[in-house]
């Protein structure tokens, strides 16, 4: 009987799943879901907000038990009571936010929870650290096992989270969404990681909503839809657009770029010159920064998250005030840290944080569209409001953005992520403004929105409002603009314009580098 | 591992919650509180059902009850009203109870100031201003102390409570002041003075119904408070500031002028408590008795059990205006002093343990195969 395992062992899959179900009250998350992860591959879980991949990857790490359905592991049926049976199967998880103490080393981060409750009283560290380093070799992961964490770069903790996983003897990963967080340079390393996992035998199963990494990180790729696995595709002979297509269910149209970039002879509608700011800790976290955006113009701003873009857009705002730098708008000096000016001035802003800064989640659609216009007439009667205006007003703006929902009286939180977004942009354009400042506006969205979101913001760019795109994804910085400011540690590392520009070069200016670098 | 998951429940938000739990869950909860009272009477050898209709006798159905019931139901209508109208901008305003004795303060010392002399209307008028005002002046304190300085308003206001009523105490017991009365039995044992008689309130006498004018007020500012919210640019700024401060600083509005200017607001009516309770009832500053009252807090279950909506305050303070009423009116041997009390700190229980239930879904882990 043994040898019998072990030869099935050896042919079949690390891991599979068997019609795998999962249901919640009013919700089925996941529905007859099958595939199947081969010995030394990496298999993608593709699929938009909702689709089903955190429910499965939950089921896959015992944190919940399937309603239908089973997962064999090497060809042998098995049932997870708990996450403690899931790691002792050699089940893995990295996580998209580290589970890291700042304060502790990475031989401390990696002992924590592994050691094996009443084996010993003292943590043999030494022990530890070797072993660390033996996996540093072995899998090239190289990081000091005495380094504390927070000295560590994005990148680097990620590894440590590896690093975790692998120390549990893990042979199948499950990586959620770990590019996220890493410039084009750190997701690069992550790759090669991958495939020297791959190369010894280890199952890695990624779970990503980005096309384009999935083809060029995974083997094969399971598209879920709706809780559902619809098909597992070869990524050899995918393309962006039928990986979409199968994700959403029909033909998408990925908007692209048509080229146009600002109008003859447009004005110079902001312009930007050696902005500082500080962050939220009282340090400095935007140096000298300069941009201009003209009429009609769409400028990105990439970087990765956290090198100066949210302080940027808040200075834009109103909502931070600067320590140094000018800003103009149109021509006039914008100069007081008050959300009420630039309003009046005609910048117009879409921030990240949708929900919880743009909008007021318990009022109504239509007490939202008039959030940056209820002091002026004709919403304002004072003291009052007129709420017939107001009524007005929002059917119609719900009908020229194709605003879904039950009628305008509907709460915000109530909408999809879509129609969240196309709420914020209805009442920032009803605005008519002259620059259009909207934060990572497609974050979060399936694919559909993201289309729709996407012409909106060239629409508001053909009626010759400039537009600052600040934005992490660099597909979509790609697609959308004329010009790309990439950011760094607060500063402008290079300004390139989107026909010179590549996923490449701007990963390098992402990563700290100068133009030089590039070229 | 939580206590909720050990047991094998979880609380998840509720992504909407259908209209009729917003009366369906405070009225459950008002009968869950009188059922877990009933527990209590068993426990004492008192038959519920006998009491809880001895209640209802006492507080709404014999005749003239209805009348006391008015009374105690005044205090209670401004004091919840200044808890709803701060809770519902995220204002944790606990202190009604000091607002509404430095409304008391101003207005018994408005109508003494007056004299014997003044037109009535002028006295009565300028009690309502002043009881307003004293209780906006007290409630400006915790209003700035949180919008500009970040202090947690919750004890600020609840500590000067304390201060009020300390203060109100010594004007009376520990001073020669204005407020205190020096002649006549006044001089031996301490007390306020009385009011003139052109400065106390009118009742309205329906034949069997006495109204107090204090109601009809309160009742007045209730719609008002609801149009003000409504219907209302200001309105509109304190349902957005409340709701979702980032964004109502990112739309250019001042959140932390619009805290101040609603506690204020919410002092306001506190104090003008203060002034009705002079004015109607007792006609003197009282500080033993107003501190014996708590209205101030009482208030505060009036608000949670209407949800903070002002015309629904007016209903909830009549009814729990009603519950106090027979209490004083039963108070003796077979009818334990500390029932009432119980019974409203009961209802606020079951209150704010309904609100969870109108935030929050109970899931049952186990059905979902989630190991506890």
Redesign the interface.
């Known amino acids: 009987m043994t040898t019998d395992v072990d030869t099935k062992a050896v042919t079949a899959p690390a891991v599979a799943a068997f019609g795998v179900s999962k249901r ?2 009013g919700v089925i998350a996941n529905d007859d879901v099958n595939f199947d992860v081969r010995v030394g591959e990496v298999h993608a879980l593709l699929g938009e907000n909702g689709a089903g991949k955190t429910t499965l990857s939950n089921i896959l790490t ?6 239908g359905g089973y997962l064999e592991l090497s060809g042998q049926r098995v049932s997870f ?2 996450p403690r049976d899931a790691i002792d199967a050699g089940i893995g998880m990295v996580h998209q936010h580290f589970r890291l103490i700042p304060t502790f080393t990475v031989a401390e981060n990696i002992a924590l929870g592994a050691a094996q409750g009443g084996e010993r009283i003292l943590l043999d560290m030494a022990a530890v650290e070797r072993r660390i380093a033996e996996l540093g070799e072995q899998f090239e992961l190289s990081v000091d096992p005495r380094a504390r964490i927070w000295q560590l770069s994005v990148g680097e903790q990620q590894r440590v989270e590896i690093l975790k996983v692998l120390y549990r003897e893990a042979r199948i990963l499950i990586m959620d969404e770990p590019t996220a967080v890493l410039t084009p340079l750190e997701a690069d390393a992550l790759s090669q990681t991958l495939t020297s996992l791959t190369r010894q035998g280890r199952s890695v199963i990624f779970i990503s909503h980005k096309l384009g990494e999935v083809i060029s990180i995974a083997d094969r790729i399971t598209v879920l839809r709706q809780g559902r696995s619809v098909e597992t595709i070869d990524a050899a002979g995918a393309t962006r657009e039928s990986l979409a297509a199968v994700m959403v269910g029909r033909e998408v149209e990925l908007v692209e770029r048509r080229g146009v970039g600002a109008l003859p002879g447009a004005p110079l509608v902001l312009s930007v010159g050696e902005l500082s700011a500080d962050g939220d800790r009282g340090l400095p976290a935007l140096r000298s920064v300069s941009l201009d955006v003209r009429g009609g113009e769409i400028v990105a701003v990439a970087g990765v998250a956290g090198n100066g873009q949210r302080e940027l857009v808040e200075v834009l ?3 931070r005030p600067r320590t140094a730098g000018r800003i103009e708008v149109d021509g006039e000096v914008l100069d007081r840290a ?3 000016h630039p ?1 009046r001035m005609g910048v117009a ?1 879409v ?1 990240q ?1 949708r929900l ?8 109504s659609i239509a ?1 939202n569209l008039v ?2 216009r ?2 002026r007439p004709p919403v ?1 009667r ?4 007129r ?1 017939s205006v107001i009524d007005a007003e929002a059917d119609v703006l719900m009908e020229q953005f194709d605003v879904r929902a039950p009628s305008s009286q509907t ?1 915000t ?2 909408l999809s992520g879509g129609n969240v977004q196309k709420v914020l942009l209805a009442r920032e354009m009803s605005g008519r403004p002259k620059v259009l400042v909207v934060s990572t506006p497609t974050q979060g969205l399936d694919i559909g929105a993201v289309a729709t979101v996407h012409q909106l913001l060239l629409d508001a760019a053909a009626e010759g409002v400039g537009v600052l795109l600040v934005s992490e994804d660099l597909d979509e910085v790609l697609a959308l603009a004329d010009r790309v400011v990439v950011m760094y540690e607060g500063s402008v590392t290079g300004v390139v314009e989107a026909a010179d520009a590549t996923i490449a070069s701007l990963g390098v200016l992402m990563g700290g580098g100068s133009s030089e670098d590039v070229a | 591992m939580s206590l909720a998951s050990r047991v094998g429940i979880r609380l998840e938000p509720r ?2 919650n259908p209209r009729w739990m917003n009366w369906a869950v405070p009225v459950c909860s008002f009968f869950a509180a009188l059922l877990v009272g009933s527990l209590v009477l068993l426990i004492t050898s008192q038959n519920p059902i006998s009491v809880y209709q001895r209640i209802l006798e006492r507080g709404f159905l014999d005749s003239g009850s209805l009348s006391g019931t008015f009374i105690s139901a005044t205090p209670l209508l401004f004091t919840g009203l200044c808890a709803a109208v701060a809770f519902k901008v995220g204002f944790f305003n606990i202190g009604g109870e000091g607002q509404f004795y430095v409304g008391a303060i101003f207005a018994s010392g408005i109508a003494l100031a007056l004299g014997a002399d003044a037109q009535s209307w002028i006295a009565v008028g300028a009690m309502v201003v002043a009881g307003a005002v004293g209780g906006a002046i007290w409630a400006f304190i915790p209003g700035i102390l949180r919008a500009y300085f970040r202090t947690n308003e919750i004890i600020t206001s609840l500590m000067l409570n304390y201060v009020a009523g300390i203060g109100a105490t010594y004007l009376i017991f520990e001073s020669d002041s204005f407020w205190r009365e020096l002649s006549g039995t006044g001089a031996v044992f301490p007390k306020g003075k009385i009011i003139p008689l052109s400065a106390q309130w009118p009742s309205f006498d329906l034949g069997s119904l006495v109204v107090p004018f204090g109601l009809i007020l309160g009742a007045v500012v209730a719609i008002w408070l609801h149009v003000l919210q409504r ?4 309105g ?1 700024e304190m ?2 500031v409340g ?2 401060p ?7 509005m001042r959140p932390a002028r619009v805290i101040v200017a609603v506690a204020m607001l919410s002092g306001a009516l506190a104090g003008l408590g203060g002034a009705a309770d002079v004015g109607n009832f007792r006609h003197v500053l009282d500080p033993k008795g107003l501190q014996q009252s708590g209205f101030g807090y009482a208030g505060i279950v009036v608000a949670a059990l209407a949800r903070l909506n002002p015309i629904a305050v007016v209903f909830v303070s009549i009814i729990l205006g009603g519950i106090t009423n027979a209490g004083y009116a039963l108070q003796g041997p077979d009818f334990p002093a500390g029932l009432v009390g119980t019974l409203e700190g009961l209802i606020l229980f079951c209150t704010l343990g309904g609100e969870v239930l109108v935030r929050y ?1 109970i ?1 049952n882990l186990r059905r ?4 506890a």
């Not at chain 1, 004072?382 to 409001?385: A, D, H, M, Q, S």
């Not at chain 2, 980032?246 to 250019?252: N, V």
């Open positions: 919640f009250p015992g944190l919940y038990r399937p309603d009571d708990s705002a109103g909502l008050d959300a009420r309003i802003y921030p944080d919880g800064t743009g909008l007021a989640p318990d009022l007490e959030l940056k209820y002091r304002s004072p003291p009052f409001l709420s709460p939180r109530r | 992504v909407d219907r209302t640019r200001f509109y349902r957005v709701g979702a980032s964004t109502a600083r990112y739309a250019g879904r899931v979902q195969g989630v190991p």
